[in-house]
């Protein structure tokens, strides 16, 4: 925990982290972190599935990859290709070729203020599909689609929603705001460990989790409130 980035923030007891202001007689909430494994899938340019299918959390998260099974043959060669058809910058795609690099990750990220549009756009498709989708039922909370690249392509024409394409390799870390869209597809057998961060905890997507008996885990406004009291005392 202490070698993650922005320790001020992602250390349980760093001075930018709530939940280290609450005194004793509270349950701090569990903010990891926690363990995901997930075995490597193939990849192709049409691929519709992930391990972790487009999803959004009510906190901060920050991910670390701290192990990545490397496939040996011809299919090195053929997933490195995969990721080097994704929209990356120029310095990741240095790092492609870099053999002393292990790439373990494809992550795709989106916006918290596009949110309404990419759900108008899941229940488009589904529709599309012949998926029998009640109108009230959240695609996203569900976590039921993992978006191939031509539907991804889509989104951006149809609906002006841009999204962010991250390659993780050994050791990186990705951080995540609040609210923000993401999936992730790993094209090797990998191991993360994510922590969560409460300052950026949403409150109206929490109001709106309440009839599914979420529990409670954050206490953002506890949180909140003693943290200003030891901003008050200093």
Known sequence: MKNLPLPEYSDPEGALNLASHLPSFFVRPDLGPRLCCAYGVAASQEQDFGT?????????VVSVLVYVG????????????????????????????????TPGALWHIYLNKDVDKVREFLHKVG?????DTPPDQDPIREQAWYLSRKQRQRLLDEHGVHGWTIVQFLGDSVLVPAGAMHQVSPPEPHSA??????????????????????????????????????????
């Open 193 to 234: 460990l994510d922590s969560t961060g409460p300052m950026g905890a949403l409150l109206p997507e929490r109001r709106g989790l309440r009839p599914c008996k979420q529990d409670e885990r954050f206490n953002p406004k506890n949180q909140c409130f003693w943290s200003d009291i030891d901003q008050n005392k200093k």
């Open 70 to 101: 490397v496939a040996k043959g011809n299919g090195v060669l053929s997933k490195t290709g995969i990721l080097e058809e994704e929209d990356l910058d120029e310095g990741v795609r240095k790092r492609l070729k870099d053999s002393s690099e």
């Open 127 to 131: 529709s599309e599909q012949g998926a």
């Open 52 to 60: 972790a299918n487009l999803h959004l959390e009510v906190s901060d």
